[in-house]
């Protein structure tokens, strides 16, 4: 079968998205990425994703660069 991978198909909702980013900053998760993110950074990405229209993954892209 095929593996779910949409933070939808796997039941989070925007509401969720404040905790899920508040565990992802546990150690030896964001401390080692090569790119230093912020709290802040996750949710915009997260919401970004969650939202996905025209013109998100250009505006995540940028936002990465």
Known sequence: GVLKFSLREWGIKRQDLTQLV???FTKGRMDNHI????PE???????????????SKELINDFLS
């Open 22 to 24: 508040a565990r992802s």
């Open 35 to 38: 790119v230093k993110l912020t």
């Open 41 to 55: 950074d996750i949710l915009f990405i997260l919401k970004a994703s969650t939202e996905w229209t025209e013109g």
